[in-house]
Structures are given as C-alpha cells and as structure tokens.
C-alpha cells in the first residue's frame, strides 16, 4: 500500500469532477494536494506553493502536460513529474522521456498504480528530507549554546549554506565565542559526517615537530624516527580536519598547508613522493589575519584561500539581551546538573550581566553561571555575581599596573601577572606576541593565564 504521507502534491488536471475525485483520495492517503486546472494555473500554483511532485494530466488547453513538464524541467529540477494519458502515442512517450518524465501512468486512472508510481518517485524527494533534517538536527544546538541574537542567526544560515560546500573555510572571533564548537557542527553538518572530526591545536605543537604531526613522516627521515607516522591530515581523510590558532603556526609551515590546500596533495617528512588527501579544511583564529598578513606575520595567499568563505562570530558584548537568555540556559543547566533548584535572581543581577564586558565570552558567561550555580544560595545577589566574575587581567586596554598593591613589595607572582597584563597591553592582546615579548613559549604563557585566572 502507498504512504503518501508528508508529501506535497500538485495535481493537474482540466476535467473537475476526475481533479476532485482523484485529490480526495490522495488526501485519504495522507498527502497534502493543491489541484489545478491546466498548466498555467499549475506554474502560478508553483510560483507561491511548496510542491514536492507534480502529477499532470497530457492532453490540457492552454498549456499541455508536455510543455508543462518542460517548464518545470528548467525551473524546478529536482522535481519529480508523473504523466497521466489516455494517449500513448510513441512520439508523445519519447519526448516525455526527453524532459526526463518520472512516470507514465495510463488512462483511465487506476488509483493504486498511480499511488504506487508517486510513492516510488518520492524516493528522492524523502531522501532530501531526511538530509535537510539532519542538517537542522547537526546545527540546532548552535542555537542554544552560541544563542539566537540576529546577528548568530545571520552566523547559523551561513553556516548551513557552508556546511554542504568541501572548500575550506576560516571561522573568525575573539577567544571563548564558539569557533570549535561550530567546527564541529559544520562537519556534522557536511556530507562528510561519516568521516573522521580531527582537531590540530596548532599553538600547542612546538614548530619543531609541527611539519611531523600534520603532514608525517617515513622511518629514518630524522633521530628518532622509527617507524612511519601518518600525520593529522591523512587521519582526516574523507572527513575534516580543523586547525585551531592558525596565526600560531610559522610562516614556513603555512606555506605547506597552502601547497596542501591547493593540490590536495601532502608530502611527509623524509617521502620522496607526494600522497594525495581527500580532507576538508576548517581554520580559526581569534586575531585578525589580514593585519597580521600585512605585517608579515601570516601569508597572505594563505589568508585569501583560506579567508574566501569566513565566518565571524561576534563577540559577547555585542549581543545584547542574548547575554541573559545564555546565562540563564547556562544556569539552568548547570543547576539541573547539579540536582538543585534554580536560583531566584535579583534584578540588579541582570543589569550586571548586561554591563560587564565579558572578554571571555561565552566560556566566561558559562564559567560565572555554572560556579553561581554551585555556590549561591536559594536568591542570587549581585554580590554573588561580582566574586565570582574574572578581573579583566587579559583586556589589552587595561593599564598593566591597574589592580596591584602599591607602597608594598610584589610578591613574586604578582610581579610575573604584572609582567604578563605589560606584555599583552603592548602586544594588543595577541597572545603569540605577547610571548615572544616575554621570552616564553606560547604554551606556557597559556598556563600561566589559566594558573592566574588571567584568561576564562
């Protein structure tokens, strides 16, 4: 027996009483059916009504089942089209065949046969269903987590649209506003979800061993080598690859990705031969790339193949009411967790949340809500909001001496914040920088912003 359910039908027909009989009985079969009196009242009909497939009648006035088919051949592609005819004339079969006709299906009607031949035609139409909902399922969470401003919905409809492409693309923003989350989400978004979601954390990889963990190795290519390694983008293969900290990675190791990205084509350290990868690329960076391509500190053909399809996501701070609905889902989760009623807020709290910076974005806002959940009481005050805020140590724009104790001795901890709050001031808040103006490698400037709360 046919399942017609959830489809939408255009079905068209010049005779009444047989349009009315047969869209009666494809709505007894769950179909949602608009009808039609010729062809041209079918293309107004497809003009402003969603219609997964057309049955049409081939002998109409004004415009015949033929030429309709063609006309939604060019307009609507991916439609599937069902004839109906009395006539069976092999000149009007081959043509129909032509414009690439689903089903033919004789006249007079049986209802079952015409049944069956759109319920099998729909097969393509359930399949693009299903992938468009899987694409909502992959994307929805973005929603909760990132937040439903204009500005992250106008983030998630780009990111649909992105999702299905395999060209790299670069996600752009400040620290803690969700680029490896939405990484994630545009590989399971992308027809390459059954794929492998491989993640380089580039400003964790000393440049010594870099050019080894993202393109591999053969045996004896250096000390210490002793077997083949394959490296991140063969473990990527057939799936996406997403490197974290672009800006991290030095100019020599940006050249080879580039070779990568564009022969699609890497060559391990110590091979003689390059190997072909079959990889979609995703990069994030939370600097801005052109300028520090025009300083020389990034490759501008790099910036330009990777920066062709970007995606910003705006910081915090320029949300707007968003930040409450996110602290309170935030909250309410971390309560939820917690086994715990959540909180009454004062409504002084809710102005404090509006007016703080958040430099660390949305892992700040999660950070404050999720430890508000554990330590305050059965009403949450502002007092409890302003401990557990972070100070803004790691704002560029904050003078490196604000907040120390004067007239005394520095402790030895509070001379080296000082020293790191001077050395992101000087270096505009880019942390790679402001560890080469420290004498230190990135990643132990990272531990030391985490060991003095200096970074959410």
């Known amino acids: 027996m046919a399942d017609l359910r959830d489809l939408k039908l255009l ?9 009315e009989l047969v869209k009666g009985l494809l709505e007894m079969d769950g179909a949602q059916v608009i009808g039609a009196a010729n062809g041209v009242a079918a293309l107004e009909c497809l003009a402003y009504a969603e219609v997964d497939i057309l049955v049409s009648d081939l002998r109409m006035p004004f415009l015949d089942g033929l030429g309709l088919a063609e006309r939604v051949r060019r307009q609507y592609p991916q439609m599937p089209v069902v004839l109906c005819t009395a006539f069976t004339d092999t000149d009007y079969l081959l043509r129909a065949i032509e414009l690439g006709v689903s089903a033919y299906v004789p006249k007079p009607l049986d209802y079952d046969k015409l049944a069956a031949e759109i319920d099998r035609v729909a097969g393509a139409v359930r399949q693009r269903q299903r992938i468009a909902r899987l694409e909502q399922e992959a994307l929805r969470p973005l929603s909760r987590v ?10 998630a409809a780009q990111a649909r649209a992105l999702a299905q492409t395999r060209y790299p693309i670069l996600l752009l923003g400040e620290t803690g506003t969700g680029k490896s989350l939405l990484a994630r989400k545009l590989h399971e978004a992308s027809p390459l979800s059954a794929g492998p979601f491989v993640v380089a954390h580039l400003g964790a990889i000393p440049e010594t061993t870099a ?62 031969r390059p190997l072909p990868v079959d990889t979609r690329l995703l990069a994030a960076s939370n600097v801005d790339l052109l300028a520090a391509a025009q300083a ?83 009403g949450l005050t502002t007092a409890d909001l302003q401990a557990r805020l972070l100070p803004p140590f790691a704002d560029p724009q904050t003078p490196p001496g604000a907040g120390l104790p004067t007239g005394q001795p520095l402790t030895l901890a509070e001379a080296e914040v000082a020293a790191i709050r001077a050395a992101l001031h000087a270096a505009k808040g880019v942390r790679t920088e402001a560890a080469r103006l420290l004498a230190i490698d990135y990643q132990r400037l990272k531990r030391k912003l985490i060991k003095y709360g200096l970074a959410p």
């Open 146 to 155: 990132l937040g439903d401003s204009p500005s992250m919905r106008a983030v």
């Open 11 to 19: 079905y068209v027909e010049d005779e009444e009483e047989q349009r």
């Open 296 to 378: 020389g500190r990034f490759r501008l053909d790099l910036f330009y193949r990777l920066g062709n399809l970007p995606l910003r996501l705006p910081p915090l701070r320029e949300r707007g009411e968003e930040i409450l609905t996110l602290a309170r889902a935030f909250l309410r989760e971390a309560c939820n967790d917690l086994g715990r009623e959540v909180p009454e807020t004062e409504p002084a709290v809710l102005d404090l949340l509006r007016a703080h910076p958040w430099p660390g974005n949305l892992r700040e806002l999660k950070f404050v809500m999720h430890s508000l959940a554990i330590f305050a009481g059965p």
């Open 211 to 272: 050019e080894s963990e993202l393109f591999g190795h053969v045996r004896g290519a250096f000390t210490g080598a002793l077997k083949d390694r394959l490296g991140l983008f063969r473990q990527a293969q057939g799936g996406t690859l997403f490197l974290d900290d672009i800006d991290t990675a030095s100019l020599a190791l940006q050249a080879k990705i580039l070779h990568a990205v564009e022969t699609a084509h890497i060559t391990p350290l110590g091979g003689d």
